[in-house]
């Protein structure tokens, strides 16, 4: 059986959290898309780890670990997050790297930072990790598939035909130094040693599994609204964030994921540039809630980069789950909110002095305004309650209201950052 985790809003729902707390019950936890770039935030009994690369399930011992033919593999960045895990206490998760996945060079992440630099102002807010370089030349059809590391002949001609394309835009548009093609092959060379023990046929691994009846989670980076195509174009991310793209970045038939979990945060966060409707614009109130957010505040895992704060947003919820296909909805973050005396929540948008609750494209939506209804706050710490009905009157009343709008039935509450803080309602 396998199950999706994935973000309904713009990622930093605290899917790690709940694939994690999932993990404890799963067989192997598959991340099938996205790099580096974003991170997930996870306290257990071993400490607070921030993880870029590796799947949620490297704390548990029983859980296989696969990085999927979908993802940006930093090599690098893997084997660092490794051994910052195993250094702290964590045994040496069991991982596998599909022989299908592609690889972030670093010429990628060079061309990130040029076309940054190159577009100033009107950058994209990319975290400079190569994935839209690495992307583009995946789809280009010159990117470098971890099974072509180790044939070293075929490898060296691709090299230089890639060093062929690079340098011309690299002299003559960024004005910088150019790639050598001999340096290129021994660094991946050095990639070869690194992921050697690894490398496997994951997707062959994983229809294995399913046969012998082995649960499999799939874990989403970002969420919907930073779906290269259903999310908030251009200020996306280069790959899809949806869980339909699961069955492709894992290798998996389409129908065999039976459970999709939509992640969404209790108010609303987003990094970066990009139209954001429900934004809080008074900035004291939103230092506020910044500072209370998350744990330890919102601030990205990746870059440290303050997060923009506004509140729950059912538009673009609705929008984010449907197009997830949530069968189940995991709302997360709730404890934060206690401190407010009442709680906004938007419930449409206004363009053009109409009223709507449907997610616009990009340029309508950036004309948007957000319709507010106000709820009452609950005013207390609800961390370490585990049953719903023990929840205070006024907290139940705000996820049922929430569930009333998306139309998707809201099974998980987290109310704390740890992987006990979770109440499950049927
Ligand atoms: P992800 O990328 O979706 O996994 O999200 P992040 O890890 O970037 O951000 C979620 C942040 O919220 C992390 O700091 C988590 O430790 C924290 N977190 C997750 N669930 C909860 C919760 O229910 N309550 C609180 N206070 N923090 C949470």
């Given at each position: ?122 950058s994209f807010g990319s975290t400079k ?106 200020m996306v991310t280069s790959s899809s ?170 099974t998980m509450v987290s109310n704390g ?10």
């Amino acid at each position: 059986m396998v199950k999706a985790i994935v973000g309904a809003n713009w990622g930093d729902e605290g899917k790690g959290k709940i694939t994690d707390t999932l993990a404890t019950e799963a067989d192997v936890v598959v991340r099938f898309q996205g790099g580096a770039n974003a991170g997930h935030t996870i306290k257990n009994s071993y400490g607070k780890f921030a993880l870029h690369t590796c799947p949620s399930g490297v704390f548990n011992s029983n859980v296989t670990n696969i990085i999927g033919n979908g993802v940006a593999l930093n090599i690098p960045v893997l084997m660092k997050e490794i051994g910052d895990i195993t250094g702290r206490g964590v045994p040496a998760p069991k991982l596998l790297i599909s022989d299908r996945a592609q690889v972030v060079m670093p010429y990628h992440v060079k061309f990130d930072e040029y076309e940054e630099e190159r577009l100033k102002g009107k950058s994209f807010g990319s975290t400079k990790s190569g994935i839209a370089p690495f992307y583009s030349d995946k789809y280009a059809k010159i990117g470098i598939q971890v099974s072509e590391l180790f044939d070293e002949d075929y490898l060296k001609e691709k090299l230089e035909n890639i060093c062929t394309l690079k340098n011309t835009m690299l002299v003559h548009l960024y004005k910088k130094e150019p790639l050598d093609a001999g340096e290129l092959f021994k660094i991946c060379r050095e990639y070869a040693d690194m992921i050697r023990p690894y490398v496997a046929d994951t997707s062959l691994f994983l229809r294995k599994a399913l046969k012998e009846g082995k649960t499999v989670l799939l874990e989403g980076q970002l969420g919907t609204m930073k779906d290269t195509d259903h999310g908030i174009y251009p200020m996306v991310t280069s790959s899809s964030t949806l869980a339909a793209f699961g069955a492709i970045g894992a290798g998996i038939p389409p129908y065999e994921i039976k459970q999709i979990i939509a992640v969404s945060k209790a108010y609303s966060s987003a990094v970066g540039a990009g139209a954001f409707v429900s934004e809080i614009l008074d900035e004291k109130e939103a230092e506020e809630l910044r500072n209370r957010g998350g744990d330890g505040g919102e601030y990205g895992a990746t870059t440290g980069r303050p997060r923009r704060v506004g509140w729950y947003d059912c538009v673009a919820s609705r929008y984010g789950c449907a197009l997830q296909g949530a069968t189940d909805v995991a709302l997360t973050v709730l404890d934060v909110l206690g401190y407010l005396d009442e709680i906004p929540v938007c419930t449409g948008y206004e363009v053009d002095g109409q009223v709507t609750r449907d997610f616009p494209t990009t340029r309508t939506l950036e004309r948007a305004k957000p319709v507010y209804e106000k709820l009452p706050g609950w005013k207390c710490d609800i961390t370490g309650i585990r049953k719903y009905e023990e929840l205070p009157e006024n907290c139940r009343k705000y996820i049922e209201f929430i569930e009333k709008q998306l139309g998707f039935p809201i099974t998980m509450v987290s109310n704390g950052p740890s992987r006990e803080d979770i109440i499950y309602r049927k």
